[in-house]
């Protein structure tokens, strides 16, 4: 009796593990090219990007990361003119197949901009508005959800009693904080983030860069910036593009104190970019 | 720069011999705000003196016919040479049954049409069909009339036999169709200008074209949207010559859609062009009927204003 229990026991473990060990990457890019009409933007990209990690995507302007996170949601398809080829698997499943339907992939695969863009609405509206249109309708679960998104998002003491103002009434700093929680709200497994600092103030970037920090306990964080020192401090692992390819991808530490690249070691040293 | 030898000037010396020259002339860019200002002001002066020519002649007006007559009465029968009354309601239902009507026509029809242009039409299909919108809106009023008594009007009879030759259904359709561009374009600006970054915001939560285009594009445009609706209204409460043609002379204060009908646009043509007597009381009734014309759409302006500073959202 006590046996079999035991056995059974190990056998849940083992199925854990291997699911965990199938669950470690959320993103395999094999292969992966892409034009602008003829201009070649992404040559021949394999990139495996693991759970519950930052990953950080750093480069001189120009270099196709932005494309790269931009392709991971399939917002390039906005861009006319754009081709594809090669595979993007997210949880085991190429969404480059025209049969993975982009909105499914969108509520598990949120997204941060470059510059902070709430919608006009109140406070409360932007962070409502992801549920909503999937369907949940339900006050006191709606209340629930900004409340717990604004605190994920560490802006809930600043807004709490100001939400049904508009959202543009916020600092820039706190509409990109905004942005932040209104992702959180549908609950994505991977949020996207597009230089989410850029257009912030160095107060507000420490204040985003430590939510990041937090965040990544629940999310897979990817992450595109120009700032070296911000892919440093924040991130897991590191990837670095030039020219539409990827130079080199390993562990942030490493790639900053011992760059194996000769043109690695020549752009975090500030030789270009 | 120094200077080379004696013929090569350098940049500078020779702006400077320009300014000198300038210095000398009569100085134009003094007296830009002038001509300028007098521009502006020509286009407010006409336009008081318009507004004062209007209240003076309706205080002729309402010497000779009571303001409360004018308000109370429902009949409109100024030519009657015994009994001759002056309520104005007639007018004013047969006004607000073609712009009614026109609303009913212009708004979805306009409303669909910003939508697919701004949110779904290819570059391609956008570059051919607001220039079309456009011609028209240039089409003259009068074609457009005999569009509706000729055309439009047997199409209805078929449908409704009971329908007169005159009616305010066949112009309140059409005055719709000719505001349609009005709506369509002016809401199409207020939605394409709505900045594309809002859009992949929509977009990125997993929101189809459809949700994003109705919560979220169309409130932030609703602003210029109201606008474009009711300064289409204005000119369809003002429309004249369609309604001339296609809607009778019938003052009629029933809201039935299928008999004959008279605007107050359609009845201030009918007494300039027919023989009614300077000075004589219809002749002044002209300029009341004007002024309350002028009202309604200086309501309408006002009430568009209201709503684009009340529903404004910021972006």
């Known amino acids: 009796m006590n046996v079999t229990l035991l056995k059974s026991q190990s056998k849940q473990i083992e199925n854990t593990q291997t699911t965990h060990i199938e669950k470690q990457f959320v993103y395999k890019t094999t292969d992966l090219n892409l034009w602008y009409g003829s201009t070649h933007a992404l040559k021949n990209i394999n990139l495996d990007l693991h759970e519950n990690e930052v990953t950080a995507i750093i480069g001189p302007s120009g270099c196709g990361k932005s494309t790269y996170i931009k392709t991971l949601n399939r917002m390039i398809e906005m861009v006319p003119g754009v081709k594809t080829s090669g595979e993007i698997q997210y949880r085991g499943r190429n969404i480059l197949d025209k049969s993975y339907g982009v909105e499914d992939l969108r509520t598990q695969v949120g997204m941060v901009f470059q510059k902070p863009n709430p919608f006009p609405k109140s406070i409360y509206e932007n962070i409502a508005y992801g549920p909503k249109i999937h369907g949940i309708k339900n006050k006191k679960v709606l209340d629930e959800i900004v409340e717990k998104s604004l605190r994920g998002a560490a802006i809930w003491d600043e807004v709490k009693d100001r939400l049904k103002e508009n959202a543009y009434g916020l600092s820039g700093g706190q509409q990109q904080r905004l942005c932040i929680a209104r992702c959180l709200a549908i609950e994505p497994d991977v949020i996207l983030m597009d230089e989410p600092t850029s257009a912030l103030d160095p107060i507000s970037t420490l204040k985003v860069e430590e939510l990041i920090q937090e965040l990544k306990n629940d999310f897979s964080i990817i992450i595109v910036t120009h700032n070296m020192q911000q892919a440093a401090r924040i991130s897991d692992r590191t990837a670095f593009f030039l020219s539409g390819e990827v130079v080199e991808y390993r562990d942030t530490t490493t790639i900053f104190s011992n760059p194996t690249d000769k043109r690695t070691e020549d752009y975090i040293s500030g030789r270009f970019g | ?315």
Do not use: C
Not at chain 2, 40 to 51: H, Q
């Open chain 2, 1 to 315: 720069m120094p200077r080379g030898n004696d013929k090569e000037y350098s940049v500078q010396q020779m702006i400077i011999e320009k300014r000198l020259k300038k210095k000398n002339h009569f100085n134009f860019e003094k007296l830009i705000p002038g001509l300028l200002l007098l521009t502006a002001v020509l286009s407010v002066l006409t336009t008081i003196g318009i507004v004062f020519t209007l209240i003076f002649e309706t205080f002729i007006f309402f010497d000779r016919v009571s303001i409360i007559e004018f308000l109370t009465n429902k009949k409109w029968y100024p030519f009657s040479a015994t009994n001759a009354s002056f309520g104005i309601m007639p007018l004013v239902v047969g006004t607000l049954k073609i712009t009614g009507i026109a609303a009913i026509v212009a708004v979805p029809i306009g409303l669909a049409t910003a939508i697919y242009l701004s949110e779904y039409a290819s570059e391609k299909a956008r570059r051919v069909i607001k220039p079309i919108l456009e011609v028209l809106a240039g089409i003259p009023t009068i074609v457009y009339g005999f569009f509706a008594l000729t055309f439009v009007t047997p199409i209805l009879k078929q449908m409704i036999p009971s329908l007169e030759t005159f009616n305010a259904l066949s112009p309140g359709i059409v005055v719709g169709i000719m505001i349609t561009p009005m709506v369509a374009s002016l809401s199409e600006d207020a939605m394409s200008s709505v900045p594309r970054s809002i859009r992949e915001g929509a977009f990125a939560l997993g929101a189809t074209k459809l949700e994003t285009t109705i919560k979220v594009i169309l409130p932030a445009a609703v602003s210029g949207i109201t606008a474009s609706v009711v300064l289409a209204l204005s000119r369809a409460i003002g429309e004249t010559m369609i309604v001339s043609v296609a809607g009778g002379s019938t003052p009629n204060a029933s809201f039935d859609v299928t008999s004959s009908i008279q605007t107050m646009t359609a009845y201030i043509v009918q007494v300039s062009t027919g023989d009614a007597g300077y000075q004589t009381t219809i002749y002044y009734s002209i300029y009341a009927v004007g002024m309350t014309l002028f009202l309604f759409t200086l309501f309408m302006n006002l009430f568009a204003q209201f709503i684009t500073r009340k529903f404004k959202e910021e972006y």
